[in-house]
Antibody, heavy 123, light 113 residues
Framework: QVQLVQSGAEVKKPGASVKVSCKAS????????MHWVRQAPGQRLEWMGW????????KYSQKFQGRVTITRDTSASTTYMELSSLRSEDTAVYYC????????????????WGQGTLVSVSS | DIVMTQSPDSLAVSLGERATINCKSS????????????LAWYQQKPGQPPKLLIY???SRASGVPDRFSGSGSGTDFTLTISSLQAEDVAVYYC?????????FGQGTKLEIK
C-alpha cells in the first residue's frame, strides 16, 4: 500500500532553515509528482510547490520563490522540502502529498498524504 | 490567484440528515476545451492529513462512500453528504487546480447536532 512517511517535528529560530523529508513506499517513486502543502494554525491549506520525481523538475508558488527548495533522492524514494529564512509566520504543519496522475502530467490534486511535520519557529 | 470561499464556516447536522457545504471560486474553474471543472474536495479529521473525496467536481475517489457527492460548475460548487454518519465529523476543504498556485477554501467544520 502507498505510504508517505515524513520526518519528525522541528523547532527553529527565526532566520534559520529547515529541511523536511518524505519517504515514499508502495509504488514506483519516479512515476508520480510530489507536492508540498502547509497548514498554519487556524489557516487554510497552502500549496508550496512540486517536483516531478521522474526528472527532478520543480515549480514553486510565487509566494515561496527564493525561499523554498524541493529535491528528491530516487535511490531512497525520498522527497525533501527545504525552507530558508524562517519567520514566525512559517510555523505550520508541512505535508507532502502525491499527485493523482503519473508523470509527466500533473493533476494538482492529491491522493496520498504524509502524516505531516510540525515546524515551529520561535526565538 | 484564484480565491476559494466556502460557506458556512461551520455546520451542525443531525445524524442521518443531509449536510450541504458550498464553495465559490473567484473565477471560473471550468476548462472549456474539455468541459471539466478543476475542483476537488477533501475531508480532514483532527490530527490527520486531508483525504481526497471528490475530483473533477463530481468524481468520487476510490473507497469514498456514495453518500458523498459533488456538484456544480463554473464558480459555484456543492459537497453533499446525503445521510450524515458519526464518522463524517471533520473539516471539509474545496480546492481548485485550474491554475497555479492551486488554492484551497478556508474549510467548513461539520459537527453533529
Amino acid at each position: 500500500q502507498v505510504q508517505l512517511v515524513q520526518s519528525g517535528a522541528e523547532v527553529k529560530k527565526p532566520g534559520a532553515s529547515v529541511k523536511v523529508s518524505c519517504k515514499a513506499s508502495g509504488y514506483i517513486f519516479t512515476t508520480y509528482a510530489m507536492h508540498w502543502v502547509r497548514q498554519a494554525p487556524g489557516q487554510r491549506l497552502e500549496w508550496m510547490g512540486w517536483i516531478n520525481a521522474g526528472n527532478g523538475n520543480t515549480k514553486y508558488s510565487q509566494k515561496f520563490q527564493g525561499r523554498v527548495t524541493i529535491t528528491r533522492d530516487t535511490s531512497a524514494s525520498t522527497t525533501y522540502m527545504e525552507l530558508s529564512s524562517l519567520r514566525s509566520e512559517d510555523t505550520a504543519v508541512y505535508y507532502c502529498a502525491r499527485d493523482f496522475v503519473v508523470v509527466p502530467t500533473a493533476s494538482f490534486y492529491f491522493d496520498y498524504w504524509g502524516q505531516g511535520t510540525l515546524v515551529s519557529v520561535s526565538s | 490567484d484564484i480565491v476559494m470561499t466556502q460557506s458556512p464556516d461551520s455546520l451542525a447536522v443531525s445524524l442521518g440528515e443531509r449536510a450541504t457545504i458550498n464553495c465559490k471560486s473567484s473565477q471560473s474553474v471550468l476548462y472549456s476545451s474539455n468541459n471539466k471543472n478543476y475542483l476537488a474536495w477533501y475531508q480532514q479529521k483532527p490530527g490527520q492529513p486531508p483525504k481526497l473525496l471528490i475530483y473533477w467536481a463530481s468524481s468520487r475517489a476510490s473507497g469514498v462512500p456514495d453518500r458523498f457527492s459533488g456538484s456544480g460548475s463554473g464558480t459555484d460548487f456543492t459537497l453533499t453528504i446525503s445521510s450524515l454518519q458519526a464518522e463524517d465529523v471533520a473539516v471539509y476543504y474545496c480546492q481548485q487546480y485550474y491554475s497555479t498556485p492551486c488554492s484551497f477554501g478556508q474549510g467548513t467544520k461539520l459537527e453533529i447536532k
